[in-house]
Nanobody, 125 residues
Framework: QVQLVESGGGLVQAGGSLRLSCAAS????????MAWFRQAPGKEREFVSAISWSGASTGYADSVKGRFTISRDNAKNSVYLQMNSLKPEDTAVYYC??????????????????WGQGTQVTVSS
């Protein structure tokens, strides 16, 4: 089992930045690809970004390309999401997820095996 804990959410004005962190614990000796998803009120969960275990491959939703950057530090069992130029439509609960497919950087939620509890990001206009 892997436990994922997100942090770094908060309230920010449009145009501002936030950096989300996700710390993994438990069975962290395995190699996991990691991803961020988000869910806004009344909407379905959507893919934001993903990174392979090695960090060599990344994937982004079109809506965040050029604004968000995913990274990881395997020595710290952590993954990060740097969010710049935030927009009100980025408001959502952001979830960290881990996939046992260590190369996977796709958007299919069913390919991810572990999920965190989420952190709220609110962008005011």
């Amino acid at each position: 089992q892997v436990q994922l804990v997100e942090s770094g959410g908060g309230l920010v004005q449009a145009g501002g930045s936030l950096r989300l962190s996700c710390a993994a614990s438990g069975r962290t000796n395995s190699r996991y690809a990691m991803a961020w998803f988000r869910q806004a009120p009344g909407k379905e969960r959507e893919f934001v970004s993903a990174i392979s275990w090695s960090g060599a491959s990344t994937g982004y939703a079109d809506s965040v390309k050029g604004r968000f950057t995913i990274s990881r530090d395997n020595a710290k069992n952590s993954v990060y999401l740097q969010m710049n130029s935030l927009k009100p439509e980025d408001t959502a609960v952001y979830y960290c997820a881990a996939s046992q497919l260590n190369y996977y950087t796709g958007s299919h939620g069913d390919q991810y095996d572990y999920w965190g509890q989420g952190t709220q990001v609110t962008v005011s206009s």
